[in-house]
């Protein structure tokens, strides 16, 4: 009983510190200076100091096209994608009316060789035309505003699946940190990018590190993994916050963000909801950072304000840097305004999408609070946001534990770790059932053409094409895949099937002799693993090329061994397993 309430004690202690490092704390993050603000302006009834902007995922500014083939097994760069791509922004001219700052995604790189190659088409077709990192600073008459973004794309860009990981070496470090400096001056500084935090691999101290001056930073990648975690939000020790989007082409959202008197707000929507509601003051308690915003203005503030977004066209209304107000093309019906329950009126417009309400916010000094807002517009539709907020700054909300694990670990340590694990665990098993002798090590997954016309070698550590290494990611994963589901089970039962042989079954007899329920299921799943192998090698084939194909010692290879490995299991001699034979009935007998 002691051990099993110590052993309660362990697992609860291990859960408390899951949860503290990653289920950060809203307001209680100071592992940053934080900055001087003024208390002054504070939000009031005049449309000043606001400005907003705009972010999509997969189909704009973050993976611009798709490129993968037909059938989505294989990877590759499609001009007439990226020409329907370029088409968009010039029949929209929406270059002409916003700042769009359009960035390459893992997909943009797919089969990339080089940066200078001219299958690099993001140089060609998109918005900003120029490869890597760099810093935009949008001015306002109420001050400037940066936007850095990080490009970790691989160079050269292989194929799928070994391009899901972004990497940042120690040169391209230095030079965002070089732009992070620059914007010090700034009002607030954005960052975004296409992978999570948690998908590029970065040397000491590391791109969160790098970006803890930042408010926020957006990006892609996860596309909410396929709809199973529709919000994945966090925030970093520094206090920044991490916002990743849902993708465009799929999901159709995007997400409308707001600077209102330096106070950050967003709204994450899906497309053809209207109206859009967006509440800048008072803002939600979880997603600010006294270190980065002045919270005081809220408690100086005379309004309540919201933006509200009508329905338009959409290439006039998606853009990054967005100043102009839009009228509503249907009257507004109403905008309800109320807090805890208690209905406070309705906002009236100031001017654009700025609606006010004068409130006290002393009446809510003390607790967190709820604040709903309900737009109407002359044709029935309405909109709805509802969110948290709180005075005091010494209070705490948590965001979500697997939403933050997801964007806070570096996983392609774990993974390395994992893949280690089960790799000598497997080399241990086949050292106690070959009796301690030493095991040999293994040379490259395949040899092939890693990008179209350049050769290169897939190790689980990393690729190296054209001379070039990138760091392992993904190959992991690879790894772990292939000895859980292929290689232990292919160990476990070549197990099985020699213990039958040594006690005297041939194949056909085993079928008679052991009952149908226990060798039927181990046949069976055996065989939907061997074909599992067998497609994996038509997927090599159709991503890599016929030489992958043929120079595939983990993929190709295996399975011809594997067919070896079972015909020898099986019709090998009686005479060959005698030894095993005795030591087994010895052993038998001794117990």
């Keep these: 009983m002691r051990r099993v309430a110590a052993g309660l004690l362990i697992a609860a202690a291990l859960i408390a510190v899951l949860v503290d490092w990653y289920a950060p704390l809203g307001q209680q993050q100071l592992l940053v200076q934080a900055r001087s603000f003024s208390a002054d302006p504070a939000p009031g009834p005049e449309a000043t100091n606001l400005f907003w902007i705009v972010q999509a995922s997969r189909g704009e500014p973050s993976d611009l096209v798709d490129g993968r083939t037909k059938?989505?097994?294989?990877?590759?760069?499609?001009?007439?994608?990226?020409?329907?791509?370029?088409?968009?922004l010039k029949r929209s001219k929406v270059m002409e009316k916003t700042k769009w700052l359009d960035i390459k995604g893992n997909h943009d790189t797919f089969n990339v060789?080089?940066?200078?190659?001219?299958?690099?088409?993001?140089r060609k077709y998109s918005a900003w035309q120029k490869d890597g990192s760099f810093h935009y600073v949008h001015s306002t008459p109420f001050g400037k505003y940066s936007f850095i973004c990080v490009d970790a794309t691989l160079n050269p860009g292989p194929k799928r699946p070994y391009n899901f990981f972004g990497i940042l070496n120690a040169n391209q470090m230095q030079e965002l940190s070089a732009l992070s400096a620059e914007s010090r001056g700034s009002n607030h500084t954005i960052w975004f990018g296409h992978y999570p935090t948690s998908t590029i691999i970065s040397p000491y101290p590391g791109i969160r590190t790098a970006m803890r001056s930042a408010t926020a930073y957006l990006c892609g990648h996860f596309h909410t993994v396929g709809g199973l975690m529709p919000v994945l939000h966090t925030q970093h020790r520094h206090g920044t916050l991490e916002l990743e989007l849902g993708d465009w082409k799929k999901s159709r959202r995007y997400r409308i963000l707001a600077f209102d008197h330096d106070l950050f707000s967003f709204a994450d929507l899906t497309f053809e909801e209207w109206p859009v509601v967006l509440i800048t003051n008072p803002k939600p308690f979880l997603y600010s950072s006294s270190a980065h915003e002045p919270l005081q203005r809220i408690r100086h503030s005379t309004y309540i304000r919201i933006t509200l977004y009508f329905e338009r066209d959409y290439a006039e209304f998606i853009g990054v840097i967005v100043t102009e107000f839009w009228p509503s093309p249907s009257p507004v019906k109403f905008v309800k305004v109320s807090i805890d329950g208690v209905d406070l009126g309705d906002a009236v417009q100031v001017s654009g999408p700025l609606y006010v309400l004068k409130w006290n916010p002393q009446t809510y000094h003390q607790g967190f609070h709820k604040i709903n807002v309900t737009a109407q517009d002359a044709s029935g539709k309405s909109g709805t946001q509802l969110h948290t907020f709180a005075m005091e700054e010494n209070l705490s909300l948590r965001f979500d534990l697997m939403p933050s694990w997801l964007l806070l670990t570096d996983h392609y340590i774990w993974f390395r770790v994992v893949f280690v694990v089960i790799v000598f665990l497997q080399i241990a098993l086949l050292v106690i059932f070959r009796y301690l002798r030493k095991p040999t090590l293994q040379g490259p997954w395949f040899v092939g053409e890693i990008v179209d016309g350049h050769m290169g070698a897939c190790f689980s550590f990393g690729l190296i094409v054209d001379g070039q290494f990138l760091e392992g990611s993904i190959t992991y994963v690879v790894g772990i895949v292939q000895v859980l589901f292929f290689n232990l089970p292919l160990m476990t039962y070549v197990c099985w099937c020699l213990l039958l042989r040594c006690q005297g079954h041939s194949f056909r007899s085993h079928l008679r002799a052991v009952k149908w329920y226990q060798a039927a299921p181990l046949?069976?799943?055996?065989?939907?693993?061997?074909l599992w192998q067998v497609f994996s090698c038509f997927f090599l084939w159709q991503t890599y090329g016929i030489i992958s194909f043929f120079f595939s010692p983990l993929r190709t290879w295996l399975v011809g061994l594997t067919l070896l490995l079972l015909y020898r299991t099986w019709w090998l001699k009686s005479a060959a397993l005698s030894a095993f034979i005795t030591r087994m009935k010895n052993s038998q007998s001794s117990e």
């Design 523 to 530: 046949h069976f799943i055996m065989a939907l693993l061997f």
């Design 71 to 88: 059938g989505e097994l294989g990877s590759d760069q499609f001009e007439e994608e990226w020409q329907i791509y370029q088409t968009i």
């Design 113 to 122: 060789p080089s940066l200078e190659s001219v299958r690099n088409y993001y």
